[in-house]
């Protein structure tokens, strides 16, 4: 029985001791050489400077086969929009806060005629662009948005 009092004791210290040990904090280099280990999030695209596909519209999704379709694109920077619209380039002006406001200007376009599914794609987007009064990021893409809801959907073609 005296041993038994005196162990009680011991084993306690010694079970407080490893809880309050610590487990050493991997370095990244070591985390991303790990098996299984998942890299960090890469930052999204800027809003500017970048080269953005559209991928979903109103809701449905855009595909496009080449080479008679041309991806749909936009392009934004120093206050100038660009990029193809489905049959047009098209062109216009912006105003954007850099953070989460995004207003577009009237959009022009060259008058090329085009199969009516691209013409309607085209008007389709004119008009939505016309309604965008914000954006957001998703991962690496592009929302567009009208009082918070997406409209439309880009993503990366090319960052310069």
């Given at each position: 029985?005296?041993?038994?009092?005196?162990?009680?004791?011991?084993?306690?210290?010694?079970?407080?001791?490893?809880?309050?040990?610590?487990?050493?904090?991997?370095?990244?280099?070591?985390?991303?050489?790990?098996?299984?280990?998942?890299?960090?999030?890469?930052?999204?695209?800027?809003?500017?400077?970048?080269?953005?596909?559209?991928?979903?519209?109103?809701?449905?999704?855009v595909v496009r086969k080449a080479p008679e379709q041309r991806e749909v694109t936009l392009q934004l920077a120093d206050g100038r929009a660009s990029g193809n619209s489905g049959c047009n380039q098209m062109m216009g002006g912006y105003?954007?806060?850099?953070?989460?406001?995004?207003?577009?200007?009237?959009?022009?376009?060259?008058?090329?005629?085009?199969?009516?599914?691209?013409?309607?794609?085209?008007?389709?987007?004119?008009?939505?662009?016309?309604?965008?009064?914000?954006?957001?990021?998703?991962?690496?893409?592009?929302?567009?948005?009208?009082?918070?809801?997406?409209?439309?959907?880009?993503?990366?073609?090319?960052?310069?």
């Amino acid at each position: 029985m005296f041993k038994l009092a005196r162990l009680i004791p011991l084993a306690a210290i010694v079970a407080i001791t490893a809880g309050c040990a610590q487990t050493p904090v991997r370095s990244d280099a070591a985390a991303a050489a790990a098996p299984g280990a998942t890299s960090p999030a890469k930052p999204a695209p800027k809003l500017t400077g970048t080269q953005w596909k559209l991928k979903e519209l109103k809701g449905k999704q855009v595909v496009r086969k080449a080479p008679e379709q041309r991806e749909v694109t936009l392009q934004l920077a120093d206050g100038r929009a660009s990029g193809n619209s489905g049959c047009n380039q098209m062109m216009g002006g912006y105003t954007s806060d850099g953070v989460s406001t995004l207003n577009f200007g009237q959009m022009a376009g060259t008058m090329m005629m085009c199969q009516p599914q691209d013409m309607d794609l085209e008007r389709l987007l004119l008009s939505t662009l016309g309604e965008v009064n914000g954006y957001r990021y998703a991962d690496q893409e592009l929302l567009l948005l009208k009082d918070g809801v997406p409209v439309a959907r880009y993503e990366v073609l090319t960052v310069k």
